[in-house]
């Protein structure tokens, strides 16, 4: 019989398991594990991207940089002026104990004056020195230090956790852990910072600014080591800015470089002064400066019209003052000055006697834009024109006291008309005033430098005549050029002439540029030529027929007067030595009268210097200019006797009434006599110095029966005759200020 079975309850049916899948699943330490080598991936990307600088900021690079040029700058000028301040305390301490009447030389006081001098014109040097933006090669350096510094802080980081940790440790066995728990937590949030997902930049990326775009300095070439400054590289407007109907208004409403550059181009499109660009704006104590550009001619349109722009800036007369720029064409240096752009220049600095060479450059004057004017007159044949009231005198006296510093150079005063180098006289080794002497001075040295020609092979020096305190170098001041004889100017031209390679050089001053007043064109044959407050034909014919278009515009200055010194002393300059020939107004550093007094008699206690005795002894055999010998008939007859005769040095320096050269003696006759009497005098008295009149009479009660008849004239005469010149300046006596008469040591080396 059949069984019924009872059906079967159907069970869910259970998903077989992969046994290859149940092994390779991730377990929850391999996941720990993945996590932690991604973060690590991230925190070594991030450190190495850190490490390397990526995140450092160009324009942040730049201005560390800057920063610290300048204070590199800085600390060398505090350095300096620290030297300068050890200096000048040497000195006066050296003058004090000079003064205290403990026993210090001249040569001693003279050397330490020198230094002072000498680092003074540092210091003036580098304070002038303008400091430039960074270089390429210095901001990849700023870069490279601070990438270094954060290796060094990852390094000295990591060393300096062990020390903590091992402090850690063992407060957690004392039962503190504090410090553990604060140390790692620490770690923790540090870890979270560097372990975030990191993206690295790309190049030219700036996370919260644009790029900037940087000066044409900032720009340069990275294959170079550095460049100058490019002028006008920093734009500040140009024409297409302005906005659409306004109105030029005066530089008085102007207080930043925006609204100047708008002024300016206001101004010159009213005017019709194709200036398009106004860049490097800077505020100046006297007013402004910038730098603009033409787009059509050039800057000689801005001459044309600175008068009418004088009038839309509402500036006084010759207030505009452009200078055209010889690197860049269409771009000039515009100053609009509503002051005196000299106010701040530096005063004379002191220099000792013998300080110098006459190859040294010394600075004799200030730009307008603040640059200082060093000059060397050393093989330097040099004109300086200037009008009545132009200051001609202070410029050959700022040249005459640079000149007369020196250990190394004779200085010559020609004047047949005024004063000449007047307060520096003592330091004068001749001074000619007569056209006798001048003609004769003029001969000499014409002589002499024939003479040196001949001897250079001799002493080895080459081409040009090598100066030394034995062989010194010649300066010769001819003042009043136009009012010398015809003899004289013809002197004068030839030395022009051949006196360059022989360090025999003249400075020729004029009133005029012009033929009228030189009589030949000598204008144009001088290397070094400098004219201030003139007429507008002595600019052209000194610096040449397109030289008012180009910018030099001494015609414009106006000369003192007696209540007021306006542009005396102010020049425009070409031929300086080492120096780039630029449209620029100088004024010369003049110093009162009593300062190159008081100057010239140090430098004359020091000891004036005598020509070589070798380019003495040539002269005899030296052929003369046939213009100064006689004529003579056909019969040996004379016809026409010399107009001059060439001297000796020491009939010369009798002629002009100057001290004899040492060494040279004093026959004995009244004039020894006078002499040998007059130191006495002095010595008797205790004094080493004496004005004329209160000397003869001490000589009246020293010795009546010699003195007694003797006039004021006649013992000037005699003196003169003796090889003591003149009477010289004394410095102040009581109340007068610097009276004239006789020095006792000046006398004794006569003796």
């Known amino acids: 019989m059949a069984t019924e079975t009872e059906p079967i309850e159907q069970q869910p049916e259970t998903p ?132 270094a510094g954060r290796a060094a802080a990852v390094a000295g980081g990591g060393v300096a956790t062990l020390p903590v940790l091992g402090t850690a440790l063992e407060q957690a066995a004392t039962g503190q852990p504090l410090l553990v728990v604060a140390l790692g937590t620490a770690a923790s949030f540090g870890w979270y910072l560097i372990s975030r997902p990191f993206l690295p930049r790309q190049a030219g990326d700036a996370p919260f600014v644009e790029t900037p775009v940087l000066p044409a300095t900032f720009q340069a070439d990275p294959m170079q080591a550095g460049g100058a400054m490019s002028v006008g590289s920093h734009v500040v407007m140009n024409v297409e800015q302005l906005a659409e109907g306004a109105k030029p208004f005066p530089l008085r409403n102007v207080s930043t470089p925006q609204q100047l550059a708008e002024c300016v181009l206001l101004a010159a499109r009213a005017e019709n002064v194709p200036i398009v660009e106004v860049a490097d704006v800077q505020r100046q104590p006297w007013g402004w400066q910038c730098v603009v550009r033409v787009d059509e001619g050039t800057p000689e349109a801005i001459i044309a019209k600175a008068g009418d722009l004088e009038t839309k800036f509402d500036l006084p007369t010759n207030g505009v003052r452009p200078q055209p720029l010889r690197a ?99 330091a004068v080794r001749i001074t000619a005033r007569s056209n006798e002497q001048i003609e004769a001075v003029l001969l000499f040295f014409l002589v002499m430098s024939k003479v040196r020609a001949r001897l250079r092979k001799k002493f080895g020096m080459g081409k040009k005549w090598k100066p030394s305190a034995e062989r010194p170098a010649v300066t010769i001041f001819i003042d009043e050029f136009p009012k010398l004889s015809d003899l004289g100017k013809l002197l004068a031209f030839d030395l022009m002439l051949v006196g360059r390679k022989e360090l025999i050089q003249v400075q020729y001053a004029s009133q005029g540029g012009t033929t009228r007043y030189l009589g030949e064109n000598i204008a144009q044959m001088m290397a070094l030529k400098a004219v201030g407050p003139c007429k507008v034909g002595d600019t052209r014919a000194v610096f040449g027929d397109d030289s008012v278009r180009e910018g030099y515009l001494p015609h414009k200055l106006s000369p003192a007067t007696d209540t007021d010194p306006k542009d005396a002393g102010h020049i425009f300059i070409q031929g300086v030595p080492g120096m780039a020939d630029e449209p620029i107004e100088y004024a010369i550093h003049e110093a009162p009268s009593d300062v190159l007094r008081k100057l010239a008699a140090e430098r004359l206690d020091a000891g004036l210097l005598d020509p070589d005795q070798d380019s003495l002894d040539g002269m005899r055999g030296v052929d003369l200019p046939e213009y100064v010998e006689a004529e003579f008939d056909k019969n040996g007859e004379l016809k026409k006797p010399a107009p001059v005769s060439l001297l000796t040095w020491e009939q010369l320096l009798r002629l002009c009434d100057a001290e004899p050269p040492a060494g040279s003696e004093l026959t004995d006759g009244p004039a020894r006599a006078a002499v040998e009497d007059s130191v006495a005098v002095m010595e008797k008295v205790g004094v080493d110095r004496m004005k004329t009149e209160p000397l003869l009479a001490a000589l009246h009660e020293f010795d009546p029966e010699t003195y007694q008849e003797l006039g004021v004239d006649e013992f000037k005469a005699l003196m003169k005759q003796a090889g003591a010149g003149s009477p010289i300046t004394l410095g102040p006596i009581g109340e007068e200020k610097n009276p004239r008469g006789f020095k006792r040591d000046r006398l004794r080396n006569l003796l």
């Open 328 to 426: 860049r064409r269409a771009c000039a240096i515009l100053r609009l000055v509503d002051g005196n752009p000299f106010a701040t220049a530096p005063g004379l600095p002191y220099r000792a006697p013998k300080s110098l060479s006459i190859t040294d450059k010394f600075r004799i004057g200030t730009s307008v834009g603040g640059d200082p004017l060093e000059v060397s007159l050393a093989g330097v044949m040099g004109l300086w024109v200037a009008a009545s009231g132009g200051g001609k005198t202070g410029i050959l006296q700022a040249l005459g006291e640079g000149v007369t510093a020196c250990y190394d150079n004779i200085t010559i005063d020609c004047d047949p008309h005024g004063d000449g180098l007047e307060d520096l006289g003592d």
């Open 16 to 147: 077989a398991v992969d046994e290859a899948t149940e092994k390779t699943a991730p377990s929850r330490t391999d996941r720990i594990k993945a996590a932690f080598a991604t973060q690590r991936g991230h925190a070594t990307a991030r450190t190495k991207d850190w490490l390397a600088g990526n995140d450092l900021d160009h324009v942040d690079i730049i201005q560390a940089a800057t920063l610290k040029k300048q204070r590199k700058h800085d600390e060398k000028v505090a350095h300096q002026q620290r030297i300068v301040a050890e200096a000048h305390g040497r000195l006066a301490h050296a003058k004090m104990q000079a003064e205290n009447g403990e026993t210090v030389s001249a040569s001693t006081l003279s050397t330490l004056g020198g230094r002072a001098a000498q680092e003074e014109a540092k210091l003036s040097a580098l304070q002038a020195t303008i400091v430039l933006p960074p270089t390429d090669r210095e901001i990849n350096s700023v870069r490279t230090g601070k990438k």
